[in-house]
């Protein structure tokens, strides 16, 4: 299968097969991982494998219940890491706790764990595996962190369960290009685009096999936000990566 065609096979797998990756297979997902786009060359990210069944088992736990967590064959954290930035300025001397201070820098380090968990989730896929991204590890950020005992200007941004898939979730419809896709400039008239959005998803999980609901894309994504508020993120990056003295 070529790479364009695979990549619009994504689906989340939530349920594993009792079979291990080998250490192998693993060394090339880190690779792929690590071979992704990054920033002017930051590699600004660190990737953990929690291997640990009972440490796996207590993130799985708070990062929402997710007992499937601890059923994939690895489970990986993708962490923004600009520690290594931060030891290499003091060793040089030179000053950059300004910019380390700026949203730019956190969103360097989010931005370069999202590029190589997405070079790991391709990588997965072709080998016949299955994945799941976990945005739950940011519920309980703080208690994630301790757990990992991530240091100073290193933060969790999501989890990834990687495993050989045992049923997979059907295909989502996605929003039609020309409600995402805009040329030369924003395009501000697309309510209607996304109004038929709404009753194609809202026939997909009404007709979903196993898991049928009345509901629509928007009924899902501005409930998940309003449940998942994570108020407590701000605080969390400031004393984490900004301000330092």
Same mark, same amino acid.
């Given at each position: 299968m070529t790479n364009h065609k695979l990549l619009k096979k994504h689906v989340s797998v939530r349920q594993f097969l009792d079979k291990k990756i080998n250490e192998e297979q693993v060394k090339e997902l880190i690779l792929a991982a690590q071979s992704a786009s990054s920033a002017s060359f930051l590699q600004a990210y660190t990737i953990i494998g929690v291997e640990d069944d009972k440490l796996k088992g207590k993130i799985a736990e708070l990062a929402g219940n997710q007992p499937f967590i601890s059923e994939g064959s690895h489970f990986f954290v993708f962490c923004a890491d600009l520690q290594r930035l931060h030891r290499l300025s003091q060793e040089r001397n030179i000053d950059i706790q300004p910019m380390l201070e700026g949203v730019d820098a956190i969103l360097a380090g989010a931005i370069d764990a &999202?590029?190589?968990?997405?070079?790991?989730?391709v990588a997965a896929e072709s080998m016949g595996l299955g994945v799941c991204y976990i945005g739950g590890i940011r519920d309980a950020i703080v208690e994630i962190s301790d757990l990992l005992e991530l240091p100073e200007y290193v933060f969790p941004v999501f989890g990834l369960v990687v495993g050989y898939p045992k049923a997979k979730n059907e295909l989502k419809p996605r929003i039609p290009m020309a409600g995402i896709?805009?040329?030369?400039?924003?395009?501000k008239d697309t309510d209607e685009i996304i109004n038929e959005y709404e009753e194609t998803t809202r026939r997909y999980y009404t007709n979903r096999i196993g898991n049928s609901s009345n509901k629509t894309?928007?009924?899902?994504?501005?409930?998940?936000?309003?449940?998942? &508020?994570?108020?407590g993120m701000k605080d969390y990056l400031n004393k984490q990566c900004l301000a330092k003295k």
């Open positions: &999202s590029l190589a968990a997405q070079n790991m989730t896709y805009h040329i030369d400039k924003y395009n894309w928007g009924d899902g994504t501005v409930n998940s936000f309003h449940r998942l &508020s994570r108020m």
